[in-house]
C-alpha cells in the first residue's frame, strides 16, 4: 500500500548569523526531498557563514536577502503571506530579541511580521546568552503568541564549552516545521515495511534476588518503543518483546511481556525465527544471581556485607547468529561509556565481531546520555565495521533513520 500523496506546503526558512548555519542546509533538503516549496531567506551574517549558491542549489529557488530587492512586488509581505509555515534555523539570540520586539528591519524580520504563518524557532547560542533573563523573556514572548521552540539542545557549542544552547539537529526541526504546517505525516507514512514481520525488544531485563529485589538497568525503553511505532508506521507486522518499560507501548503491535533475560532469550528466538528484521535495543542482564531467594533477605550483622554470587547470562544475540534462519536481518546495539571516539568505535567493531550481527547501532551512555533520555546519538556500523550512518535527536527521528538505512 502506498502512502497518501503529501501536502505540499510553501515553507519559508530563515537562515540567521550563527556557526550552526550550516546545519540549516539539511534542514532545506530534508524539506525539499520531502516534495515541499522552499524558500530560504538568510540574513547578511547568516551569508558569511553558509554562501548563498548552496542554499539555490539545495532549495531549487532563488535565495532572498534584500529587503530593497523586488521593491516592486513588494516581496517583503508576499513571502510571508504565502507561506504555510516558517521556520528559523538557526534563531540567533539577536533575531529571537528582534522578533520579540517586533521589529522589521530586514527580510526576515519583516516576512515573520507580514505573516499569519505559524512560526517555528529553533535557537542557537551559547548557554550564557540562552540563559540571560532577556532571551529567556523574549523566548517566553514568543511561545505566549505562539511560536513553536524547538531546542536548543544539550552539548557540545562552537568552542571548548558544552551545555544547553546547541542548535537541535535538522530531523528535529523538519519534523517539528511540519507538524505546524499540519503536514506531520508525510515523512513517516512511507510504507516500505509493509509485509515485513520485525521483530523489536526493548526496556531493560530485571534478574531476580527474592521476591521484592533485583538487579536491574536504568533503560526506559523509549528507543525501542521508538522503533516498534515508526517501523508499524512504515507497515511493518511487529512484535514488541518488552523487558521493564517507563513509557506506554504502542498500539498496533503484537506485545510479549518478559522479566529476565532468560524469558527474553526464549521470547525473541520463538518471534525470531518467522521475522524478517529483528532488533536487539532492549538492555539485557549480562549476569543474574546464581541463586534466587524464596523469602526476602534479611538484613545481616550490622558490621558486615552481602555477597552475591552471580552466574553470565545467555548472549542472545550472539546466539541468534549462530542459529539464525535463512533472510533475517540482525541488528545490535551497543551501550558504551568509552569517552574517547576512536576507542568507542572500535569497542564497537569487536563488539560487532563478537556478536555476529548484520548492523550495530552504538550509542554513548553515561547518566544522563542514552539510557532513559528523550534523545539519543547513534552511529551505525554495517557488519565490516563501516560506519553507514549517524543519526542524533529526538528517539523516535533516531528510530527513524535507522529504518531508513535498513529498508
Ligand atoms: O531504553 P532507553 O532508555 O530508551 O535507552 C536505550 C538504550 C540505551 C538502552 C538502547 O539504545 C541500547 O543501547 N540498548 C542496548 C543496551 C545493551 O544491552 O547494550 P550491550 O552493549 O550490553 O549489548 C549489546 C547487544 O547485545 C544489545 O543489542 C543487547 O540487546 C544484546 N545482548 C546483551 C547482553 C546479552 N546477554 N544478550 C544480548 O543479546
Redesign the pocket.
Known sequence: MDAAPNPRRRIVVGVTGGIAAYKAVQVVRELVLAGHDVHVVATEAALRFVGAPTFEAISRNRIETDLYEGVAEVRHVALGQSADVIVIAPATANTIARLAAGLADDLLTNTVLASRAPLVLAPAMHTEMWQNPATVANVATLRERGAVIVGPATGQLTGNDSGPGRMEEPEVIVAATLQAAGAASSLATVQDFSGRRVVI????TREPLDPVRFLGN???????VALASAARNRGADVVLITAHLEVEPPDGVSLVPVGT?LELQVAVTDAAASADLVI???????YRPERTSDAKIKKGQAHEGLSLELVQ??????DLAAHRSPGVTLV?????TEPDDERLIETARQ?LRR?GCDYLVL?R?GWST???SER?EVMMLDSAGDIVMTAAGA?DSVADRILDRLA
Do not use: C
Request: aromatic residues 6%; glycine residues 16%.
Open positions: 525488544t526493548a526496556g531493560g536504568r533503560s526506559s525503553g523509549r528507543q525501542g533475560a536487539m535495543a532492549a538492555a539485557v542482564a549480562d547470562n545467555p548472549d542472545i544475540l550472539a545490535g546495539f551497543a551501550a558504551e563488539k556478536k550509542n551512555v542514552g539510557f532513559a539519543n528517539k
